[in-house]
């Protein structure tokens, strides 16, 4: 393990470029939306795997150009403990109902809705696309680059708080924009303190799966689970729970594990 701040074989971004990388990634979709639609005309029967492909091909695009434009060259992807990850799931849970919460309390136009719903589909390709490609995709631009480097520049703090900042703009829309600047910042302070980008691609993973699978169960992309806990006293108890939780896992891990935990001199990177 190895602070990523620490190392010196990639440099570092400033804030401003780090909004310019989402420019980036707004610039490529352009194009990449308008061939999405052209060949939807043609193929409107596959539908799914279009979109899988035009996500894909948005992120890659995008990633390539950060890399080659500001020269990062290595993600880290350094080992960490198995007690880590299990107390990493259940953090990334407890967060999800906790923003979840906080985002029922915008409401949410029925257009809007319609949009979320239209934009993914509730079979194999659409699970591809929100369980597989999403959480790898993102957070090898959001934290594998943007983090990364801001880490190289800035303190911790601020460095993860503007990632996170940066991965909610990147949603385009209020109700996400909280999930992802709370979860944000949650594998952020991971991916600082392990230095790994698997953990944070495994908990996306978790969390995207679990609102596919819920999706699919009830038919409905948008459900949420705040909606089935049948009444405000128990949503209560259950937020109070998770807020916990959360306080715990993290004291856990920051004292218990990485207050003890030994920064190996061997770090290992995959060169991009």
């Not at 709370?182 to 230095?195: E, S």
Request: hydrophobic content about 55%; charged content about 10%; glycine content about 6%.
């Amino acid at each position: 393990m190895e602070n990523i701040e620490n190392k010196t074989d990639n440099p570092s971004i400033s804030i401003a470029q780090a909004f310019l990388i989402i420019g980036i990634l707004f610039a490529v979709s352009l194009p990449v939306s308008l061939l999405q639609v052209a060949v939807l005309q043609q193929l409107p029967g596959a539908k799914s795997w279009i979109l899988l492909f035009s996500y894909m091909l948005q992120f890659g695009l995008a990633l390539l150009i950060s890399v080659k434009i500001f020269n990062i060259k290595y993600f880290d992807t350094n080992k960490f403990k198995i007690s880590v990850l299990l107390l990493s799931l259940v953090l990334i849970f407890a967060l999800s109902l906790i923003s979840e919460s906080l985002a029922s309390l915008i409401p949410m136009p029925d257009f809007i809705a319609e949009l979320f719903k239209d934009a993914i589909t509730l079979d194999f390709a659409g699970f591809l696309t929100v369980g597989i490609a999403a959480p790898m995709l993102e957070e090898l631009l959001f934290r594998g680059v943007i983090l990364a480097a801001l880490l190289r520049r800035y303190s911790p703090t601020k460095a993860i708080i503007w990632s996170a900042v940066i991965f909610g703009i990147a949603h385009l829309n209020p109700w996400q924009f909280i999930a992802a600047f709370i979860i944000g910042c949650a594998i952020g302070w991971l991916f600082w303190k392990t230095g790994s980008i698997w953990i944070g691609i495994i908990m996306h993973c978790a969390n995207n799966s679990a609102s596919f699978l819920l999706g699919y169960l009830t038919g409905d992309i948008n459900a949420s689970v705040t909606d089935m806990f049948g009444g405000p006293i128990t949503h209560a108890i259950v937020l109070f729970v998770c807020v916990l939780a959360s306080f715990g896992i993290f004291q856990i891990l920051n004292r218990k594990i990485f207050g003890t935990s030994k920064v190996p001199d061997d770090a290992t990177a995959v060169k991009f």
